[in-house]
Every structure is written in C-alpha cells, then in structure tokens.
C-alpha cells in the first residue's frame, strides 16, 4: 500500500537540476509510516520542461502548490508556504526517495517517516466486491470517551482511470467546528479506506461495514488516534454554526492591536467608520482558516473598499517578531487584500479574552459580521470548505447574500 498526497506544487530550476541528482518526471506513489504497520498513502505528479520543475500534490479536488523548494546535492528541502512544516529528502535513485515530514507547529521533534517511488498506484489497494457506501452518514467519533457528533458525506470520483466509479470515493466529514477537508480513497470489499495530507495535517481514517454501520478508526499523524461509527441519516443536522458563538453583551468591538508593520491598528477607525466590516478570528497554522480566507478573498475582490476585512491571527512562534513573520509570508503566498492584526497566541482563551462580548471562541475561524452602524449581525463558527461539496454551495449563497446586504444597505 504505497501511495502519496498531491499537496503541492513544487518548483525547481533545471539549471538547478542538472547540477544535482536528477528525478523523473510522472506520478509518485509513497506511504507515510504512521506506526509500525500503518501506513498513509499519498500522491505527488512530478512535471518538466525547458525552464522549470512542477511537483503536484492532490487530495480528491485539492491542489496545494509549494515553491519554496531548495536542493542541495541530492537532498531536498520542500517548505510548505501556508503551515509551519517541511518534507526533507533524500533522492537516493531518480525514481526512488525517501524522507521525513516535519510539522514545527507540534514541535522541533515531530516528524513522520516516508518512502517515495516513481510509479502509478492507486491510493489504496481494490479487492474484490464492494458494498454501496455513498451518501450521507449521522457519525459519531471517539464514542468511548468524548463522543463528538460529525456528518460524513462520500460519493465517487468518477474521472479516477484505475477504478469503477463505485470504488473509488471523496468526501469528508464535517464537524460543528469545520470539516476534515479533501479526503480521497476507496471502497473495497466491504470496508471503507480515506486520507488526506496538506502539510498540516495527515489524516487516515479506516472502517469496515456490519450490517448497517460503519465501524472505523481515525489517526492523526502519529500523536492522536480515536474510534468512531457511523450510520446513514439523511435527515441528521449539527447544530447550526451561526448559533454556537454569540453575543452576551451589547457591547461593539474595539481593538487596538499590532499590524504586520508593528504599527498599532485602532478599531473601530475613519477608514472602517460607516462600513460594512467582517472580523475574522484565525490562525495561519489552521486549514479551515485557509480554505475561510480564500472566499474572503472572493469577497475583497468583489467589493473592494466597500467592504473592510480584519483578520486578527493567533499564532504559534513565541516572539512578536515570529508571529508578523508567518502573518505576512501567509498574506503575501495567498496573494490577500485585507488587513491582518496580531491578536496573540495560538489558543482560544487568548481570542475569548480579545472578544468578550462573545460567549466563547470554540473554533479557528470563527467569522464575525458588522454592519455599517457597527452592530454585529452574525457570528458564523468553523468553516466547512470547498471539500465539503454541496454545504459549501450553501454557505457561500447564504453568506454572499447577507455581505450583499451589509454593504448595500
């Protein structure tokens, strides 16, 4: 079971290559090693031409591109641009490497062993017949200790060249706290196999069906693994993710807190007095808040200086100096028009303390809305993306129509 995510886009010189140890082009199929016998697949595409080198990474509809690419002999160092991680390999043939996934966010020691062949596998291995898993399922993780309520919703990629379409599957799971994003696999026999990587997360999760319930189990990387089940419910619903925050005062926002200049950005200011403005509670170390602030960036664009965007980050280094750093390499990699502020560190009592006129932060992001007199309409919790297909299509009509009216009015 070998098999390696598309999460990138890498780019190196030729130049560069032709001084160094040299890998072919195609697809590359590798396995994460999560423990002694588990591993996580994933899938790189390598392509060239005259001028430079491409490495894609995909998850079901994702396409994630890395840049920051250094090779020294035949080393490579592949910097992912949104989270704080790096793959770090050796190119020991050109159709043959091996490596280390480190995630700094989780310490200088957290990494996780791969090994990465040039060839065309599937993700998971097909065995025999499979039973029909799509649709939507009522699912309830870690049952044992702190069951936690999701809706898993899988249907089949029907454009994969290796499978019928009834093998294999993409889909994810949402939470009342965001989604797991673009999870990719396949049904076979009768079990149930899906995977992620984005750089910072790496996510399995296995399951077998009996009788009307799935049974699986879902690892994190090598530090966290849980139980879970699920059975289907088409009319099963979480709780709806613009109740969970909310005001407990009357009281509006005001901030006063460093910009990416280290300058101090006052709000509410001249500039945001009179419109509409959308507050948004993040960290750049979060995958749900990168898939949050590409449709914000929709919404820039759309409105321009109509609408005021204010990013208030918690992150991850320790020093001030550390934190701008990450909010403007994030800023300038997603290419973003909007105003980004230090709100303190990576933790929700820090962002509960900044905004006490909430109940509580429970979730990065958390979306807050502002109308023109600076009342807030809405406070939306978590953020269930592109990868989360047809809730996604919902948010976005609904969320576009209330910005509309915010800025209209």
């Given at each position: ?11 190196i010189s030729l130049a560069g290559f032709s001084r160094n140890k040299k890998v072919q082009a195609g697809y590359w199929h590798s396995e994460f090693q999560l423990n002694e ?309 990576a933790c929700k009592s820090c962002a509960s303390e900044l905004f006490p006129m909430l109940n509580k932060v429970i979730s990065f992001p958390t979306l807050i809305f502002i ?39």
């Amino acid at each position: 079971m070998k098999i390696i995510f598309l999460l990138s886009f890498l780019f190196i010189s030729l130049a560069g290559f032709s001084r160094n140890k040299k890998v072919q082009a195609g697809y590359w199929h590798s396995e994460f090693q999560l423990n002694e016998t588990t591993v996580l697949p994933v899938t790189f595409m390598l392509e060239k031409n005259k001028k430079e080198v491409r490495l894609y990474v995909k998850n079901a509809d994702e396409s994630i591109e890395l840049t920051d690419i250094v090779q020294k002999k035949d080393s490579l160092f592949i910097t992912f641009p949104a989270f704080d991680s790096q793959l770090k390999a050796k190119i020991i043939k050109k159709n043959h490497i091996v490596g280390s996934w480190f995630n700094f966010a989780k310490g200088d020691d957290y990494s996780i062993p791969f090994n990465c062949v040039r060839a065309y596998l599937p993700r998971f291995p097909k065995m025999g017949s499979t039973v029909d898993i799509f649709g939507k399922w009522e699912v309830t993780f870690d049952y044992d200790n702190e069951p936690e309520k999701a809706i898993g919703v899988f249907d089949p990629i029907t454009d994969h060249c290796s499978y019928s379409q009834s093998d294999v599957v993409k889909g994810t799971f949402l939470t009342e706290t965001g989604d797991y994003r673009y999870l990719e696999g396949v049904v076979s026999n009768d079990s149930l196999y899906l995977s992620t990587f984005d750089g910072s997360h790496a996510f399995l999760f296995r399951s077998k069906l009996k009788n009307d319930t799935l049974w699986g189990e879902f690892l994190s990387g090598t530090h966290y693994k849980s139980n879970w089940f699920a059975v289907r419910n088409s009319a099963f619903e979480l709780t709806s993710p613009d109740s969970l925050t909310y005001l407990v005062t009357d009281d509006e926002i005001h901030l006063s807190l460093p910009d990416l200049g280290n300058n101090t950005y006052v709000y509410p200011n001249e500039t945001t007095k009179g419109k509409a403005t959308l507050i948004q509670i993040m960290g750049t170390w979060c995958p749900n808040c990168l898939d949050e602030s590409k449709y914000l960036k929709q919404q820039k664009k759309k409105f321009g200086d109509q609408l005021e965007i204010i990013a208030v980050t918690f992150e991850t280094p320790k020093t001030d100096t550390g934190k701008i750093e990450k909010v403007k390499k994030y800023k300038e990699n997603l290419k973003l028009d909007h105003t980004f502020l230090i709100g303190g560190s990576a933790c929700k009592s820090c962002a509960s303390e900044l905004f006490p006129m909430l109940n509580k932060v429970i979730s990065f992001p958390t979306l807050i809305f502002i109308d023109k007199t600076g009342y807030i309409r809405r406070v939306h919790t978590g953020f269930n993306g592109p990868g989360a297909g047809m809730y996604y299509d919902k948010f976005v009509e609904k969320t576009n129509a209330l910005i509309e009216q915010l800025v209209t009015e």
